[in-house]
């Protein structure tokens, strides 16, 4: 009733039906903004109105607007007749924003409003990916193509959860599938690079990620993909230019600011890492792999608690980065000297993981194993038919089983599995021994006593850089522990800042004999004021980049007063230290036992040659098995060679706390054992290579 004496207004009256249509063809238009009108419309009769809310939720999604679209979406669903589609696209809004429970439970409830929705089996697959319930994704993923079998995107997606499952010939298979209905489809070709730079196939794949980007050069994950590639390739700066141009137009992308982080720790600059790793978190507070990245970047900083804190926050959210951040905690505990931490942390990977072959390859590392061990016998089963398929998780595991069967004494079968392991290693690794060999003779060739003595004192002045150097495996991380150990010296680790300038002046060795005072002294200045940071007020910061060797005269050159400690150890016993290692970092020579002996006698040839051009006041060498016969009296002889005061702590090394990262990381945690030195003759029989390749003739 009017009880205000006024005219009612006309009630306002539209065809909901005629209304909604107009709306949806304004939209199909391109026409925005009339069909959002039409929509209002439709609201102001009939509030929360499914449809019309629905419409407007995909106008907001087409348009960035996520949290306004999952709002609509969210409206829509309330009501009675909602209909599965509106379920199945606000699972998909829902994945899209990082709320994966809720997504899991709308797509869940689409498939149960509609089984013949190849849309919602496909979201709901999707999800469960993400959620890493892998089982039930396929599951999905395989609904939907058995209602259309030609869905290219159902196959691509299909692959990615094959991919994750190890199912790598179906997963590529899905893919190849992918493209012969859809030739041009980005996602599918970016998919399958990825599969292919797990496998070494770096050219093709790198191939594949280009063609990605030309078909859509707004696809991020092309990007990241061929970042990666290039990673593999040790090609940081080509990685870094891919990245940079994702953010050039997507400048806050998750994924790319992830890559980026983690780049920039590969590549040592770990200031830029970490301010690219917080910016990330504070975009997406609730990505596990930003937590993930962040934690990386400060372990690279040797931050514990806080790598910790980052690794545990990374574990705790949902999504597929759970298997890496604990992997990640494990290393970190490993790295920092808490043993019985790290295994149980590698045992808790292998329990909820058990097909984890990094942490078998981990674990195998840190102990010894016995004949009855149950664990070779599970890692045996994984290299089975039907076993794991991943490349480099079946490399892992040949290396990891090399370890057991020579901790028990079994050659034989200890070096077929070294054998495989390194064979799979060098088919992925880009080595030219012959381009080697001629290389380390120039440099030899180039760093004559007249070059050394003509620029000597022209570099910068410090005494602050000590480096140790020699073949890998050779003791150079137990001679840093030994040194770091004492209170005046902090141990760094190995730097790749000697690299970096070298790659700066290009051309090593021609150019060096070019190079001017100042450019000399800039050089110096460059490697001191990335390296003065780290070493935390002490007297002597350790660079243990083995490497170096190749770089111990242009060291000279550009930080005159910098000691130099070259750590020698028997050649075979160190070729088959290297040869029995799955390295980190890039070692290409190692995996070939004839390349790895034809190396060894290359460097010997070059440390010869330094040996004979380089000050004793400055030059030191030490001999692994000196040190294993007598730890203390090589201790006193490397303080005294920095003229430093002796200091007991030196002799309790393996009790230093301080963060290793080498192949070494668990050998340098025990005191020295004379049970390595002299090994390698009980393997005469499988080093016929090596040995021939080193001249050794047996006696």
Not at 225 to 251: C, D, K, M, V, Y
Request: glycine content about 6%; some cysteine; aromatic content about 8%.
């Amino acid at each position: 009733m009017n009880t205000t004496g006024k005219p009612e207004a006309p009630v306002q009256t539209i065809d909901i039906g005629q209304t909604l249509g107009r709306a949806y063809a304004h939209w199909q238009a391109g026409q925005a903004d009339q069909a959002e009108m039409a929509c209002q419309r439709i609201l102001a009769v009939w509030p929360g109105h499914c449809d019309a809310m629905h419409l407007l939720g995909l106008m907001a999604h087409a348009y960035g607007n996520l949290d306004v679209a999952i709002a609509h979406l969210r409206t829509a669903c309330l009501a009675p007749r909602a209909p599965a589609v509106y379920f199945s696209d606000l699972a998909e809004m829902c994945r899209q924003r990082g709320l994966l429970a809720e997504a899991e439970e709308a797509a869940r409830r689409a498939v149960a409003l509609n089984p013949n929705l190849p849309g919602a089996w496909n979201n709901l697959g999707i999800v469960l990916q993400e959620l890493f319930k892998l089982d039930e994704s396929r599951l999905c993923l395989e609904r939907v193509l058995a209602l259309q079998p030609a869905n290219a995107e159902a196959h691509n997606n299909l692959a990615n959860t094959c991919k994750r499952l190890g199912l790598l010939d179906k997963a590529e298979l899905h893919w190849q599938q992918a493209l012969a209905i859809k030739p041009n489809y980005a996602e599918a070709n970016s998919n399958l690079a990825n599969l292919l730079n797990d496998r070494a196939d770096y050219d093709r794949a790198a191939e594949l990620a280009r063609i990605a980007i030309d078909l859509n050069p707004q696809f991020a994950d092309a990007y990241i993909n061929l970042a990666a590639i290039e990673t593999s390739r040790q090609r940081h700066g080509e990685a870094l230019r891919w990245l940079n141009a994702l953010l050039s137009f997507a400048p806050m992308h998750p994924g790319g600011l992830i890559a980026k982080a983690l780049a920039l720790r590969q590549a040592d600059q770990l200031k830029e890492a970490l301010d690219t790793a917080n910016l990330t978190v504070s975009v997406a507070p609730d990505n596990p792999e930003a937590h993930n990245a962040l934690g990386q970047v400060l372990q690279g900083q040797g931050r514990f608690d806080a790598a910790l804190a980052e690794f545990e926050r990374a574990i705790t959210l949902p999504g597929t980065a759970r298997e890496t951040a604990m992997l990640n905690r494990a290393t970190l505990l490993m790295e920092f000297g808490r043993t019985e931490e790290a295994q149980a942390a590698f045992e808790a990977v292998r329990e909820t993981f058990p097909n984890s072959a990094v942490a078998l390859f981990n674990l195998a590392d840190m102990h010894r194993f016995t004949a009855d061990d149950p664990a070779i016998a599970r890692m045996q089963a994984m290299l089975a038919p039907g076993g794991v398929q991943s490349r480099n998780d079946r490399m892992m595991l040949h290396f990891a089983l090399g370890k057991a069967f020579l901790d028990i004494g079994d050659s034989e079968r200890s070096f077929h599995h070294l054998d495989e392991g390194n064979r799979t290693k060098r088919a992925a690794t880009d080595y030219d021994p012959a381009a080697t060999d001629s290389w380390l003779a120039s440099i030899a060739t180039i760093f004559t006593p007249g070059l050394l003595e003509s620029k000597a004192g022209q570099g910068a002045a410090s005494t602050l850089p000590v480096f140790v150097i020699g073949m890998p495996r050779s003791g150079t991380t137990l001679v840093e522990q030994i040194l770091a150990s004492h209170p005046a010296v902090h141990g760094a680790g190995e730097l790749h800042q000697i690299q970096h300038l070298v790659e700066s002046i290009g051309g090593f060795p021609e150019t060096v004999p070019q190079l001017s005072a100042e450019q000399l002294a800039a050089l110096g200045a460059d490697y001191l004021a990335r390296v003065t940071p780290l070493a935390g007020g002490s007297r002597y910061v350790v660079d243990k980049m083995p490497s170096n060797f190749f770089y111990a005269g242009l060291i000279r050159l550009i930080l005159p007063d910098a000691r130099i400690i070259h750590c020698r150890r028997d050649p075979v016993d160190t070729c088959l230290s290297c040869y029995s290692k799955l390295f980190t970092g890039e070692q290409a020579f190692t995996y070939d036992q004839s390349e790895l002996g034809r190396f060894h006698r290359g460097y010997q040839t070059l440390m010869a040659h330094w040996r004979k051009v380089l000050p004793s006041s400055h030059f030191l060498e030490v001999d692994y098995e000196a040190i294993v016969d007598d730890v203390e009296a090589q201790a006193r002889r490397m303080i005294g060679f920095l003229g430093l005061d002796w200091n007991d702590a030196c002799l309790r090394f393996h009790e230093t706390k301080r963060p290793v990262r080498t192949a070494s990381v668990n050998q340098v945690r025990q005191p020295v054992y004379r049970s390595s030195a002299g090994r390698w003759k009980a393997h005469t029989a499988q080093l016929q290579p090596l040995l021939a390749a080193l001249g050794i003739t047996e006696e």
